[in-house]
Protein backbone atom coordinates (compact mmCIF):
# COMPACT_ATOMS: atom_id res chain seq x y z
CA UNK A 1 0.00 0.00 0.00
CA UNK A 2 1.15 3.33 -1.25
CA UNK A 3 1.92 5.99 1.70
CA UNK A 4 -0.07 8.58 0.54
CA UNK A 5 -3.25 6.15 0.44
CA UNK A 6 -5.33 9.56 0.85
CA UNK A 7 -4.29 11.33 -2.49
CA UNK A 8 -5.51 7.41 -4.03
CA UNK A 9 -7.95 8.41 -7.22
CA UNK A 10 -10.37 6.27 -5.69
CA UNK A 11 -11.00 8.56 -2.90
CA UNK A 12 -12.14 11.52 -4.36
CA UNK A 13 -15.35 9.59 -4.86
CA UNK A 14 -15.44 7.98 -1.71
CA UNK A 15 -14.98 11.29 0.17
CA UNK A 16 -17.59 12.61 -2.22
CA UNK A 17 -20.49 10.39 -1.26
CA UNK A 18 -19.90 11.44 2.41
CA UNK A 19 -20.50 14.73 1.29
CA UNK A 20 -23.54 13.46 -0.55
CA UNK A 21 -25.05 12.45 2.59
CA UNK A 22 -24.36 15.46 4.23
CA UNK A 23 -26.32 16.99 1.19
CA UNK A 24 -29.58 14.47 2.08
CA UNK A 25 -29.43 16.34 5.32
CA UNK A 26 -29.94 19.42 3.59
CA UNK A 27 -32.84 18.07 1.49
CA UNK A 28 -34.55 16.76 4.25
CA UNK A 29 -34.48 20.10 6.48
CA UNK A 30 -35.77 21.53 3.32
CA UNK A 31 -32.74 23.10 2.12
CA UNK A 32 -30.70 23.39 -0.87
CA UNK A 33 -29.53 19.99 -1.16
CA UNK A 34 -25.10 20.44 -0.97
CA UNK A 35 -23.06 18.92 1.27
CA UNK A 36 -19.15 18.57 2.56
CA UNK A 37 -16.79 17.22 4.30
CA UNK A 38 -13.18 18.29 5.23
CA UNK A 39 -10.78 15.37 5.09
CA UNK A 40 -7.37 15.53 6.78
CA UNK A 41 -4.65 12.65 6.79
CA UNK A 42 -7.11 10.68 5.45
CA UNK A 43 -9.97 11.28 7.57
CA UNK A 44 -13.06 13.44 7.84
CA UNK A 45 -12.61 16.14 10.40
CA UNK A 46 -15.56 18.53 9.82
CA UNK A 47 -18.96 17.86 8.39
CA UNK A 48 -21.82 20.28 6.80
CA UNK A 49 -24.89 20.88 4.87
CA UNK A 50 -26.43 23.88 3.33
CA UNK A 51 -28.93 25.64 6.20
CA UNK A 52 -29.50 29.15 5.75
CA UNK A 53 -33.07 29.09 6.10
CA UNK A 54 -33.37 27.12 9.22
CA UNK A 55 -30.13 28.90 10.77
CA UNK A 56 -31.11 32.48 9.57
CA UNK A 57 -27.69 32.60 8.32
CA UNK A 58 -27.29 33.61 4.90
CA UNK A 59 -23.18 31.97 5.70
CA UNK A 60 -24.55 28.59 6.38
CA UNK A 61 -23.54 27.49 3.56
CA UNK A 62 -22.25 23.44 3.61
CA UNK A 63 -18.64 24.25 2.98
CA UNK A 64 -18.42 27.17 6.08
CA UNK A 65 -20.52 24.54 8.07
CA UNK A 66 -17.87 22.18 7.84
CA UNK A 67 -14.98 24.67 8.30
CA UNK A 68 -16.69 25.83 11.65
CA UNK A 69 -17.07 22.06 12.47
CA UNK A 70 -13.40 21.14 11.78
CA UNK A 71 -12.48 24.41 13.10
CA UNK A 72 -14.39 23.35 16.54
CA UNK A 73 -13.13 20.00 16.41
CA UNK A 74 -9.25 20.41 16.06
CA UNK A 75 -8.89 23.46 17.81
CA UNK A 76 -7.75 26.19 15.36
CA UNK A 77 -9.30 27.90 12.66
CA UNK A 78 -6.55 27.23 10.21
CA UNK A 79 -6.46 23.55 8.32
CA UNK A 80 -3.30 23.18 6.36
CA UNK A 81 -3.09 20.14 4.81
CA UNK A 82 -6.72 19.54 4.75
CA UNK A 83 -9.07 18.68 1.37
CA UNK A 84 -12.38 19.96 1.31
CA UNK A 85 -14.91 18.23 -0.88
CA UNK A 86 -18.20 20.23 -1.48
CA UNK A 87 -21.24 18.45 -3.82
CA UNK A 88 -21.42 21.76 -5.68
CA UNK A 89 -18.90 24.29 -6.78
CA UNK A 90 -18.09 26.98 -3.97
CA UNK A 91 -19.95 30.27 -4.09
CA UNK A 92 -17.40 33.60 -3.50
CA UNK A 93 -18.07 33.86 0.33
CA UNK A 94 -17.35 29.92 0.86
CA UNK A 95 -14.22 30.56 -1.66
CA UNK A 96 -12.73 33.07 0.78
CA UNK A 97 -13.22 31.23 3.81
CA UNK A 98 -11.52 28.03 1.95
CA UNK A 99 -8.78 30.28 1.29
CA UNK A 100 -8.46 31.79 5.08
CA UNK A 101 -8.95 28.58 6.76
CA UNK A 102 -5.73 27.64 4.57
CA UNK A 103 -7.09 24.23 2.78
CA UNK A 104 -5.13 22.40 0.87
CA UNK A 105 -7.42 21.37 -1.67
CA UNK A 106 -10.99 22.05 -2.70
CA UNK A 107 -12.86 19.18 -4.61
CA UNK A 108 -15.95 19.90 -6.05
CA UNK A 109 -19.08 17.92 -7.48
CA UNK A 110 -21.54 19.86 -10.13
CA UNK A 111 -20.19 23.09 -11.60
CA UNK A 112 -22.67 26.14 -10.41
CA UNK A 113 -23.21 28.17 -13.71
CA UNK A 114 -24.93 30.91 -11.49
CA UNK A 115 -22.63 31.53 -8.36
CA UNK A 116 -19.98 29.44 -8.82
CA UNK A 117 -16.73 30.88 -8.26
CA UNK A 118 -13.85 27.99 -9.30
CA UNK A 119 -14.31 28.54 -12.65
CA UNK A 120 -17.91 29.30 -13.76
CA UNK A 121 -18.52 32.38 -13.19
CA UNK A 122 -15.25 33.99 -11.58
CA UNK A 123 -12.15 31.98 -10.45
CA UNK A 124 -11.13 33.37 -7.25
CA UNK A 125 -8.44 30.38 -7.10
CA UNK A 126 -6.11 31.38 -10.34
CA UNK A 127 -6.39 34.59 -8.96
CA UNK A 128 -2.54 34.94 -7.71
CA UNK A 129 -3.02 38.62 -6.15
CA UNK A 130 -5.29 36.51 -3.48
CA UNK A 131 -1.86 35.25 -2.41
CA UNK A 132 -2.96 31.69 -1.56
CA UNK A 133 -2.22 28.40 -3.94
CA UNK A 134 -4.89 25.67 -3.11
CA UNK A 135 -5.92 23.10 -5.62
CA UNK A 136 -8.97 22.77 -7.19
CA UNK A 137 -10.33 19.33 -8.86
CA UNK A 138 -14.39 19.74 -10.30
CA UNK A 139 -16.51 17.43 -11.77
CA UNK A 140 -16.38 14.42 -9.24
CA UNK A 141 -19.35 12.24 -9.01
CA UNK A 142 -20.70 15.43 -10.90
CA UNK A 143 -23.82 13.72 -12.47
CA UNK A 144 -25.09 12.50 -8.69
CA UNK A 145 -24.04 15.77 -6.93
CA UNK A 146 -26.32 17.64 -10.36
CA UNK A 147 -29.35 15.19 -10.15
CA UNK A 148 -29.73 16.06 -5.92
CA UNK A 149 -29.87 19.21 -6.92
CA UNK A 150 -32.32 19.28 -10.23
CA UNK A 151 -34.59 16.63 -8.24
CA UNK A 152 -34.80 19.14 -5.35
CA UNK A 153 -35.92 22.09 -7.49
CA UNK A 154 -38.13 20.42 -9.73
CA UNK A 155 -39.95 18.76 -6.67
CA UNK A 156 -39.86 22.37 -4.44
CA UNK A 157 -41.75 23.73 -8.35
CA UNK A 158 -44.12 21.23 -7.68
CA UNK A 159 -44.52 22.88 -4.11
CA UNK A 160 -44.65 26.16 -5.49
CA UNK A 161 -48.08 25.37 -7.21
CA UNK A 162 -49.52 25.34 -3.81
CA UNK A 163 -48.68 28.71 -3.33
CA UNK A 164 -45.50 28.36 -1.61
CA UNK A 165 -42.55 30.63 -2.51
CA UNK A 166 -39.25 30.10 -3.90
ZN1 LIG B 1 -21.05 29.21 -0.55
Known amino acids: M ?3 TFEHPDNPARFMR ?3 AQARLAWEAGEVPVGAVLVLDGEIV ?6 PISARDPSAHAEIMALRDAGRRLGNYRLPGSTLYVTLEPCAMCSGAIMHARVE ?3 FGAHDPKTGAVGSVVNLFAEVRLNHHATV ?3 VLAEECGTMLSAFFASRRGKAKTGEAS
Open 2 to 4: QPD
Open 105 to 107: RVV
Open 18 to 20: EAL
Open 46 to 51: GQGFNQ
Open 137 to 139: EGG
